[in-house]
C-alpha cells in the first residue's frame, strides 16, 4: 500500500462546478496535511494546510480531514479553467520534522 | 522577493558524466531538499539537509551527492549519471519544523543519453 493514494485522473469538471479531491494516507499518526497545486511544467504551490479534523476553508478552496477514515480532501467551489492543474496532497509522517510524503497527484481540467 | 533557484533549468548530459545542479534560496531558511518527479511515482525526496554541513538521505538517494557548506546553497551533484536519472529536479527550502513554509525552485529537466 502506498503511503499516500490519490486517483490520477484525469477528473474533468464544468466551469462553476464543484471539483472534489481525495487523498488517503496510511499511518494513522500522520499530524499535518497539505494539498498543492502544480500546473503544467511548473512547481508545486501550496494552497492549503490542515491539522485537526473537520473543515478548513480558504476563499473557493476547502480542505477536510477524517483522521478517523485516514482521509483528506480538497472541494473547489465555483470551478474556473484557471483551476486546471494537478493537485498534490502531501502528509507530513509521525515524528514531526519538515519531511513530506506526496501522492502522484490528480489532474484536474475544468472544461468551459 | 523571497525564492529558490536552480540552475540550470534544462540539461542534456550522456551517461557517466559527471554534473552538478545548483540550488540557491534567499529566506534564511535551515530545511533544504531534493526531489524528483516521474510520471505515476510523484514527488520523491532524493536528500535533505537539516542545516549547515548537516544532511541525510531521503527515500531515493542511489547515484547522488549532495553538500550544505554555506546555508543559503544546496548542490545536487551527479557523479555519473545513467538514464534512469533522467528526471525533473525540484529543490525546496522551509523553516525548520514548519514544513507549511516550503517553497520550490523552478524545476531542472534533466535527460541522460
Known amino acids: 500500500q502506498k503511503e499516500v493514494e490519490q486517483n490520477s485522473g484525469p477528473l474533468s469538471v464544468p466551469e462553476g462546478a464543484i471539483a472534489s479531491l481525495n487523498c488517503t494516507y496510511s499511518d494513522r499518526g500522520s499530524q499535518s496535511f497539505f494539498w498543492y497545486r502544480q500546473y503544467s511544467g511548473k512547481s508545486p504551490e501550496l494552497i492549503m494546510s490542515?491539522?485537526?479534523?473537520g473543515d478548513k476553508e480558504d476563499g473557493r478552496f476547502t480542505a477536510q480531514l477524517n483522521k478517523a477514515s485516514q482521509y483528506v480532501s480538497l472541494l473547489i467551489r465555483d470551478s474556473q479553467p484557471s483551476d486546471s492543474a494537478t493537485y498534490l496532497c502531501a502528509v507530513r509522517p509521525p515524528g514531526g520534522g519538515n519531511k513530506l510524503t506526496f501522492g502522484t497527484g490528480t489532474q484536474l481540467k475544468v472544461e468551459l | 522577493e523571497a525564492q529558490v533557484t536552480q540552475n540550470p533549468r534544462y540539461l542534456i548530459t550522456v551517461t557517466g558524466k559527471k554534473l552538478t545542479v545548483t540550488c540557491s534560496q534567499n529566506?534564511?531558511?535551515?530545511?533544504m531538499s531534493w526531489y524528483r518527479q516521474d510520471p505515476g511515482l510523484g514527488l520523491r525526496q532524493i536528500y535533505y539537509s537539516m542545516n549547515v554541513e548537516v544532511t541525510d538521505k531521503g527515500d531515493v538517494p542511489e547515484g547522488y551527492k549532495v553538500s550544505r557548506k554555506e546555508k543559503r546553497n544546496f548542490p545536487l551533484i551527479l557523479e555519473s549519471p545513467s538514464p534512469n536519472q533522467t528526471s525533473l529536479y525540484f529543490c525546496a527550502s522551509s523553516l525548520r519544523g514548519a514544513p507549511e513554509t516550503q517553497y520550490f525552485g523552478p524545476g531542472t529537466r534533466l535527460l541522460v543519453l
Open positions: 529566506m534564511n531558511h535551515e530545511y
Open positions: 490542515i491539522y485537526s479534523n
